[in-house]
């Protein structure tokens, strides 16, 4: 199927917030009402942990983090993870964000016409390698080595989803082949880079790395290499591609929207070279991405959820067995749940804040990311 966002799209407009079929054996449900989407991801989640089959498929490439865990094992990663995402780690993090940005606007080649997915990409993958683990500009090489492996990794990942036969991990099939072969070249340079970290006295570097390498795990033990690397990948699985799709719906939607443009460029060019970002003194800049993210949602599809008992939603019926889908995509394009909801129109965020929209999806929490 060419579109399925806009196929889903056309069927939840037809037909409702909540939409039950069969999907080949499978009984699916696809929810996008804001407060039963909150049930199933809040409210119920011991009844709807992720799919195993999703998680078996995405373990292959990512090994056992945050990602793919589950109920048991994700609290512990969760807490080992946490450390990375302090305050502090996030203002160094943020000083690489803007000396980066503005590198990146001096290295363009003005009055010539730009690519800008390209140019996002390429931000947003020496902007993942640097805070990650600490791979300078200068190393492009090995970042466009991991840049790649991860780009396989994830057509590969699409491949395993559409299939209808998933081998496990240790069978020899082609797709299991080529997964390992991709795996094994990021490994490679991150094993290259954690050795020299680990053979130097420990100095912070402001990374995810960094803080990985002072943490321990439930038991007190500092973490393995393998652990290290299975969270350093899904970071760089769920994080790269994401912000780099979101950077060029940005760009994309700069240049449509003559008059919500302006507003961000009024706001940027009245910020004082030096002065610190915060989006406090960008609310139309904010807006405007959160408009960017509601309308093209780079995770259009979420992780499917599976129920583990006979429940109720809201009336409506599911049982044990039965798959739970929310899609940011159709969500976020409902005329139930935003007014004028095809139109774009970055003023709606800048009212007051309405609950049922903040906790409508992570793609549009997921502002400060980008
Ligand atoms: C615009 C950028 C981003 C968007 C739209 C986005 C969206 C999402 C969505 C929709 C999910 C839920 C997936 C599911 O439950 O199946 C998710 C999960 C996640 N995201 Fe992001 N994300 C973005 C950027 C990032 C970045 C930069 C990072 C960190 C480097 C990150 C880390 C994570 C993690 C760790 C999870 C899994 C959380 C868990 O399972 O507990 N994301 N993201």
Redesign the pocket.
Known sequence: MDDPAGFLMTLADKFGDVLQFKLGPFKVTLISNPSMIQEV?IGKVKQFP?STRDTNILSKAIGQG??T?DQQT?KPL?KI?QPAFMHRRLQSYQGVFEQYALESVSDLNHGNTVDMAVEMERLSLQITCKTLFGLCKSELKKASAVSEAMNELHHLLSKNFEAVVNFPAWFTSLLNVRVKRARKIIDQIIDEILLKRRNEPFQDHGDLLSSLLEATDETGNSLTNKNIKDHLV??FI??HE??SN?LMWCWYCLAKYDAEANKVYKEVIHHKNGEPLSFDKFPATLAFIKEV?RLF???WL??ARRATENTDIDGFKINKGDKVFIS?FVVHRLKSNFNKAEHFNPSRWENEPDIKKAVI???VR?TE??
Request: glycine residues 8%.
């Open positions: 991801l992720k945050i990602v865990a994700h969760r993870a899904s970071y769920v994080g994401t912000t979101s993210l949602p780079p995770v979420i992780g940011p999806s992570p793609s997921a990311t980008v």
